[in-house]
């Protein structure tokens, strides 16, 4: 792995100048473009009740598919591949690189990546579920999956394909009866919101949302002169690898046939035996099917295979036709390409002769939330503020040229569910050594230190970059926006060597207010045992039941006499909710006196605390005082659980009223109690039932 810091940058394949939402504005189907689209199909709905909607011949039709202009166009038709064929395939001969033909659609970028895909299938059948068909068990519905922000989520779709004059106007195989490439295609722009969002992109992006993987764009012009090597290496580790020229008008041709602005795919690196001694030859895939390079080494016109025996050549793979693969050599690929995009993958490939040297990945969900965990830039005063996460580096590279014995690592910053282009905030990654004794940065600390690797400046991306090597030791990754108090949610991939690892790092315990300063606190803020039992028969119901209104009445009474009078204005029938049925063994919504009463032992409790973090008696308590408060309850959440808290249990002014302090640790306690309960061999995880998880949920 090459040790060189690198920050992922946009492809350069669509225009620097254009505005890219209106390159990927789609019209969604309204009701008039739905009637339309039905008339189209001539099919009449009937819903079966299963969720899906299939027509009076039995096969399932998508309605909730977007529709741009073109496919609403009077000359197209949409049709089913038995429509324009009489034995259509899914796949024949398995899934080929070649099987790519690309249509009136700007999309190279998801074939390069597709072609990339083909080449290994325990990657492609993550994407394309094996074993569908136009046979046995056809009902016109196809299945695909693609991962979003650390899942793989299922993308059903219709097999009606838009045509005019009978043919594909998208992606097509070259063997008309061949159908994978096309139906993969319509999933994807499913995803994405139309066929027009896929119109102009960039090949990481869609082989990070094929593989999970992790998407780094380089600079050919920047890398080492011993590029064969760094892309066998990206090559025998599972990269996929495009490149791509960005210096020229969209999709012309240069002197030698390569296209401007236009991916294509690396598929092998080879040191070729000639009779003038070894050359190396990189590999190129036009997902075209055409158009390829007509410079030295290429298929028709190339003397250089002259000097090739046949045995080596056939050893290549070498196949002299117009097919969109060819060879040239690696001069002549630094001069006619300056983008090389690269997708790192974490799970590594399953077939035989992989390597089994993948990257171990760490992910870690968190959130910039304005006044809790969104500090800006180191520029501004609250960097602080932001998330930081402890990375461990023990395990040095077993590359034995690097004499110096450094860690090799990926960082991957990626912005959730923020649209594909046009409205990123700017991010930025910084990576702080730790301090001694603590996993944390203090305000004082960070002012101070600088750091030892950044990302340089902020990008306005889905997902930045940033691969380096580091000494062993521990250090704190710091993900921020360029602003203080931008929102926003995002995924930390941490990719390493087997051995080291990255966890959300704890703040250095604060100083916790003893509760011996007020013995009990409680009793001068809640009715004495004596009171409450007589609220309770007050206010509960001719059973002996106290339900949720009836606990409202009940605490708003107790609550207005003593030192948390006001408190009860904060009161609210949810609250009380929550209160019952998380106290609620028997899933009746009601208390009887003895639950009651070890409810109200817990209040008791709570109330303790709560007064005495309270140091300003405002009866409030600050969003500081929350965590600690919750720690001397026997409760230690990460910085991400308390910045839920701060989006979910919080007032406008971000303080915790009285009645959220004792709804939010009741909902905590529960929940953990819950969990426990599942675990029951303390592994840390649990398998539930899907009954179980909604009844869990939807309950509590």
């Given at each position: 792995?090459?040790?060189?810091?690198?920050?992922?940058?946009?492809?350069?394949?669509?225009?620097?100048?254009?505005?890219?939402?209106?390159?990927?504005?789609?019209?969604?189907?309204?009701?008039?473009?739905?009637?339309?689209?039905?008339?189209?199909?001539?099919?009449?709905?009937?819903?079966?009740?299963?969720?899906?909607?299939?027509?009076?011949?039995?096969?399932?039709?998508?309605?909730?598919?977007?529709?741009?202009?073109?496919?609403?166009?009077?000359?197209?038709?949409?049709?089913?591949?038995?429509?324009?064929?009489?034995?259509?395939?899914?796949?024949?001969?398995?899934?080929?690189?070649?099987?790519?033909?690309?249509?009136?659609?700007?999309?190279?970028?998801?074939?390069?990546?597709?072609?990339?895909?083909?080449?290994?299938?325990?990657?492609?059948?993550?994407?394309?579920?094996?074993?569908?068909?136009?046979?046995?068990?056809?009902?016109?519905?196809?299945?695909?999956?693609?991962?979003?922000?650390?899942?793989?989520?299922?993308?059903?779709?219709?097999?009606?394909?838009?045509?005019?004059?009978?043919?594909?106007?998208?992606?097509?195989?070259?063997?008309?009866?061949?159908?994978?490439?096309?139906?993969?295609?319509?999933?994807?722009?499913?995803?994405?919101?139309?066929?027009?969002?896929?119109?102009?992109?960039?090949?990481?992006?869609?082989?990070?949302?094929?593989?999970?993987?992790?998407?780094?764009?380089?600079?050919?012009?920047?890398?080492?002169?011993?590029?064969?090597?760094?892309?066998?290496?990206?090559?025998?580790?599972?990269?996929?690898?495009?490149?791509?020229?960005?210096?020229?008008?969209?999709?012309?041709?240069?002197?030698?046939?390569?296209?401007?602005?236009?991916?294509?795919?690396?598929?092998?690196?080879?040191?070729?035996?000639?009779?003038?001694?070894?050359?190396?030859?990189?590999?190129?895939?036009?997902?075209?099917?055409?158009?390829?390079?007509?410079?030295?080494?290429?298929?028709?016109?190339?003397?250089?295979?002259?000097?090739?025996?046949?045995?080596?050549?056939?050893?290549?793979?070498?196949?002299?036709?117009?097919?969109?693969?060819?060879?040239?050599?690696?001069?002549?690929?630094?001069?006619?390409?300056?983008?090389?995009?690269?997708?790192?993958?974490?799970?590594?490939?399953?077939?035989?002769?992989?390597?089994?040297?993948?990257?171990?990945?760490?992910?870690?969900?968190?959130?910039?939330?304005?006044?809790?965990?969104?500090?800006?830039?180191?520029?501004?005063?609250?960097?602080?503020?932001?998330?930081?996460?402890?990375?461990?580096?023990?395990?040095?590279?077993?590359?034995?040229?690097?004499?110096?014995?450094?860690?090799?690592?990926?960082?991957?910053?990626?912005?959730?569910?923020?649209?594909?282009?046009?409205?990123?905030?700017?991010?930025?990654?910084?990576?702080?050594?730790?301090?001694?004794?603590?996993?944390?940065?203090?305000?004082?600390?960070?002012?101070?230190?600088?750091?030892?690797?950044?990302?340089?400046?902020?990008?306005?991306?889905?997902?930045?970059?940033?691969?380096?090597?580091?000494?062993?030791?521990?250090?704190?990754?710091?993900?921020?926006?360029?602003?203080?108090?931008?929102?926003?949610?995002?995924l930390l991939r941490v990719l390493t060597e087997q051995g080291n690892t990255a966890t959300p790092a704890q703040k250095p315990a604060t100083d916790v207010p003893s509760t011996t300063e007020t013995s009990f606190p409680h009793q001068?803020?809640?009715?004495?045992?004596?009171?409450?039992?007589?609220?309770?028969?007050?206010?509960?119901?001719?059973?002996?039941?106290?339900?949720?209104?009836?606990?409202?009445?009940?605490?708003?009474?107790?609550?207005?006499?003593?030192?948390?009078?006001?408190?009860?204005?904060?009161?609210?029938?949810?609250?009380?909710?929550?209160?019952?049925?998380?106290?609620d063994t028997q899933g009746i919504a009601q208390l009887n006196w003895m639950e009651f009463q070890i409810l109200w032992d817990k209040i008791r409790k709570w109330t303790d605390i709560f007064l005495t973090f309270d140091k300003n008696?405002?009866?409030?308590?600050?969003?500081?005082?929350?965590?600690?408060?919750?720690?001397?309850?026997?409760?230690?959440?990460?910085?991400?659980?308390?910045?839920?808290?701060?989006?979910?249990?919080?007032?406008?002014?971000?303080?915790?009223?009285?009645?959220?302090?004792?709804?939010?640790?009741?909902?905590?306690?529960?929940?953990?109690?819950?969990?426990?309960?599942?675990?029951?061999?303390?592994?840390?995880?649990?398998?539930?039932?899907?009954?179980?998880?909604?009844?869990?949920?939807?309950?509590?």
């Amino acid at each position: 792995m090459q040790k060189s810091l690198s920050v992922s940058s946009e492809s350069s394949l669509p225009p620097p100048d254009e505005d890219v939402d209106s390159v990927c504005s789609d019209d969604l189907m309204g009701s008039q473009s739905r009637r339309w689209l039905a008339d189209l199909r001539s099919e009449d709905i009937v819903d079966h009740g299963s969720g899906n909607t299939f027509g009076r011949d039995g096969l399932f039709v998508d309605y909730g598919f977007p529709l741009g202009e073109l496919e609403m166009h009077s000359g197209v038709k949409w049709k089913r591949p038995k429509e324009l064929c009489a034995s259509p395939q899914f796949i024949i001969d398995g899934a080929s690189r070649l099987d790519i033909c690309q249509g009136k659609l700007n999309d190279c970028w998801i074939l390069s990546a597709i072609a990339s895909l083909s080449l290994h299938p325990s990657l492609l059948k993550k994407v394309v579920p094996p074993g569908q068909t136009f046979q046995d068990g056809y009902n016109g519905c196809f299945t695909f999956r693609f991962w979003q922000y650390g899942q793989w989520e299922e993308v059903k779709i219709d097999d009606l394909l838009p045509t005019q004059d009978n043919n594909l106007i998208y992606l097509r195989s070259p063997n008309k009866l061949e159908f994978w490439s096309p139906l993969l295609e319509k999933a994807y722009a499913k995803l994405k919101g139309g066929y027009r969002a896929l119109d102009m992109g960039f090949p990481h992006e869609a082989m990070v949302d094929m593989t999970g993987g992790v998407g780094e764009v380089l600079s050919i012009a920047l890398l080492p002169r011993h590029l064969p090597a760094i892309i066998r290496q990206l090559l025998d580790k599972g990269a996929l690898v495009n490149c791509g020229s960005s210096q020229g008008p969209l999709e012309q041709r240069n002197e030698f046939g390569i296209m401007f602005r236009h991916a294509y795919s690396v598929t092998a690196v080879e040191k070729v035996k000639t009779s003038y001694g070894p050359v190396d030859l990189v590999r190129i895939l036009n997902p075209w099917g055409n158009t390829e390079w007509e410079g030295p080494w290429s298929d028709f016109k190339g003397p250089e295979w002259s000097t090739v025996s046949a045995e080596e050549q056939k050893r290549l793979g070498r196949v002299s036709r117009e097919d969109g693969e060819f060879w040239m050599s690696i001069s002549d690929f630094r001069q006619n390409f300056d983008v090389m995009e690269v997708c790192h993958l974490i799970d590594g490939l399953e077939e035989p002769g992989a390597s089994q040297h993948s990257w171990c990945c760490t992910m870690h969900h968190g959130a910039w939330v304005p006044n809790i965990s969104a500090g800006g830039s180191p520029r501004g005063g609250w960097f602080w503020q932001n998330p930081q996460f402890q990375f461990v580096l023990s395990e040095v590279d077993s590359d034995s040229s690097n004499s110096q014995k450094t860690c090799s690592f990926i960082l991957a910053l990626m912005q959730k569910q923020r649209g594909r282009r046009g409205n990123n905030l700017p991010i930025g990654l910084h990576i702080y050594p730790a301090p001694p004794k603590n996993t944390h940065l203090s305000p004082e600390e960070l002012r101070v230190l600088p750091p030892v690797l950044s990302s340089q400046t902020y990008f306005a991306r889905r997902e930045i970059v940033l691969r380096h090597s580091l000494p062993p030791g521990r250090y704190i990754i710091i993900p921020s926006t360029s602003e203080r108090n931008q929102q926003g949610s995002f995924l930390l991939r941490v990719l390493t060597e087997q051995g080291n690892t990255a966890t959300p790092a704890q703040k250095p315990a604060t100083d916790v207010p003893s509760t011996t300063e007020t013995s009990f606190p409680h009793q001068a803020a809640l009715p004495s045992p004596q009171s409450t039992r007589r609220l309770f028969k007050k206010h509960c119901n001719k059973k002996g039941f106290c339900k949720p209104a009836h606990l409202l009445e009940l605490l708003t009474e107790a609550i207005r006499g003593g030192v948390l009078a006001g408190s009860e204005k904060c009161l609210a029938l949810e609250h009380c909710k929550s209160l019952v049925v998380l106290m609620d063994t028997q899933g009746i919504a009601q208390l009887n006196w003895m639950e009651f009463q070890i409810l109200w032992d817990k209040i008791r409790k709570w109330t303790d605390i709560f007064l005495t973090f309270d140091k300003n008696k405002t009866k409030f308590l600050e969003y500081r005082e929350v965590a600690p408060a919750l720690k001397a309850a026997g409760i230690v959440v990460d910085d991400l659980v308390m910045q839920l808290v701060g989006l979910r249990y919080t007032e406008p002014d971000l303080t915790v009223s009285y009645p959220g302090f004792l709804y939010l640790l009741m909902k905590l306690e529960s929940m953990i109690q819950k969990f426990q309960a599942y675990d029951m061999v303390g592994m840390g995880t649990v398998t539930i039932s899907y009954r179980q998880w909604l009844h869990m949920t939807m309950y509590n």
